[in-house]
T-cell receptor, first 113, second 116 residues
């Protein structure tokens, strides 16, 4: 049982490049989330998916897009990376409607130069 | 939307002493309050949580208290040990229940250092 798997673990991009962060969970959870973590700012929600086929914006969605490919997979795409998107990105999933029982992936450390 | 404030940002205590971290939230509709521990380079992990119908919850050396009237909740760690050194995050649930998924809004984090 792998839980929540994120790929890649590390990535360096040049400004303007695009990339997709992958997230997959094997716990049959309905809800999935993407957060970014910056020093001194905690974890901020980028996008979330309440269930397969639905996505919605979180607190900091600008510059990102998401796809809920199926119940297991939820990807985050940066179309044109900017230095301000340098961060650690965490995917999470939850079986409960109240946000409880979050399981986080191991994170992706992204640097945009 | 929900806003969660966490204090202090750093906390240093002697091994064996107690540590207290406090959070306040803005949305009175929030009803679920978890605490996460994050070690350096690792993912956040849930250590304890509390729901709005409960005022206090304990799990060995860790306890959480909730004051819904004042909209604040606290994490208490007793008999601290070196392995308690980490960053701790509080969070509050937020969102439209009818839409099917509440989200967690996190505090800014507290770096706790246990001095031997």
């Amino acid at each position: 049982n792998a839980g929540v798997t994120q790929t890649p673990k590390f990535q360096v991009l040049k400004t303007g490049q695009s990339m997709t962060l992958q997230c997959a969970q094997d716990m049959n959870h309905n809800s999935m989330y993407w957060y970014r973590q910056d020093p001194g700012m905690g974890l901020r929600l980028i996008y979330y998916s309440a269930s397969e086929g639905t996505t919605d914006k979180g607190e900091v969605p600008n510059g990102y897009n998401v796809s809920r490919l199926n119940k297991r997979e939820f990807s985050l795409r940066l179309e044109s990376a900017a230095p301000s998107q340098t961060s650690v990105y965490f995917c999470a999933s939850s079986p409960r409607w109240d946000g409880g029982g979050y399981t986080f992936g191991s994170g992706t450390r992204l640097t945009v130069v | 939307g929900e806003n969660v404030e966490q204090h202090p940002s750093t906390l240093s205590v002697q091994e064996g002493d107690s540590a207290v971290i406090k959070c306040t939230y803005s949305d009175s509709a929030s009803n679920y309050f978890p605490w996460y521990k994050q070690e350096l380079g690792k993912r956040p992990q849930l250590i304890i949580d509390i729901r709005s119908n409960v005022g206090e919850k304990k799990d060995q050396r860790i306890a959480v208290t909730l004051n819904k009237t004042a909209k604040h909740f606290s994490l208490h760690i007793t008999e601290t040990q070196p392995e308690d050194s980490a960053v701790y995050f509080c969070a509050a649930s937020w969102g439209d229940i009818i839409q099917g998924a509440q989200k967690l809004v996190f505090g800014q984090g507290t770096r706790l250092t246990i001095n031997p």
